[in-house]
T-cell receptor
Framework: DQQVKQNSPSLSVQEGRISILNCDYTNSMFDYFLWYKKYPAEGPTFLISISSIKDKNEDGRFTVFLNKSAKHLSLHIVPSQPGDSAVYFCAASASNTGKLIFGQGTTLQVKP | NAGVMQNPRHLVRRRGQEARLRCSPVKGHSHVYWYRQLPEEGLKFMVYLQKENIIDESGMPKERFSAEFPKEGPSILRIQQVVRGDSAAYFC?????WGGGGYTFGSGTRLTVV
């Protein structure tokens, strides 16, 4: 039962353009959502998060949007840079469980 | 070092041997989580521990796998009688008592069963 889904395994964008990574979830108990970035042979690093009481959170070039009615969130990176090339994982949690459930990941390639 | 420390980084075991993976959380973090990443797949939750307690082990295989987080020392993920299908990257993460903010992950242990 895949409660968090990232349906695009990969995405390629040109440097300077916007990258949009998408994530869908099925569990209506999820109330906290996060994005992680992962380079090969390293652990995931926290990027940005959003609580279910908000619909947008912005941190520099990174913005996360949450659409609760559609059970959908997205990560926007603008402008994209070659150093952003990595695997991006969406994750969700319900406050009464404490554990994060991850999506399958999307590999982003930013071309110079 | 303020991060999550996992060791060893790489571990090779023959089929039937035991694998022990260690995780030292961020200082002050009382919660530890173990995840497994199989080749070409995402991160799968295995177990959530607090000091001396297993909170949620719903992702742990029923046999051969166990985890502990003792009062003193690192958290240990133990795999007995390893098989080729156990080959994966095992990531540990830690957090303070849940209040949002996400986990801090270690760099992982890459287990290869030959």
């Amino acid at each position: 039962d895949q409660q968090v889904k990232q349906n695009s395994p990969s995405l390629s964008v040109q440097e300077g353009r916007i990258s949009i990574l998408n994530c869908d979830y099925t569990n209506s108990m999820f109330d906290y959502f996060l994005w992680y970035k992962k380079y090969p042979a390293e652990g995931p690093t926290f990027l940005i998060s959003i609580s279910s009481i908000k619909d947008k959170n912005e941190d520099g070039r990174f913005t996360v949007f949450l659409n609760k009615s559609a059970k959908h969130l997205s990560l926007h990176i603008v402008p994209s840079q070659p150093g952003d090339s990595a695997v991006y994982f969406c994750a969700a949690s319900a406050s009464n469980t404490g554990k994060l459930i991850f999506g399958q990941g999307t590999t982003l390639q930013v071309k110079p | 070092n303020a991060g999550v420390m996992q060791n060893p980084r790489h571990l090779v075991r023959r089929r039937g041997q035991e694998a022990r993976l260690r995780c030292s959380p961020v200082k002050g973090h009382s919660h530890v989580y173990w995840y497994r990443q199989l080749p070409e797949e995402g991160l799968k939750f295995m177990v959530y521990l607090q000091k001396e307690n297993i909170i949620d082990e719903s992702g742990m295989p029923k046999e051969r796998f166990s985890a502990e987080f003792p009062k003193e020392g690192p958290s240990i993920l133990r795999i007995q009688q390893v098989v080729r299908g156990d080959s994966a990257a095992y990531f540990c993460a830690s957090s303070p008592p849940w209040g949002g903010g996400g986990y801090t992950f270690g760099s992982g242990t890459r287990l290869t069963v030959v």
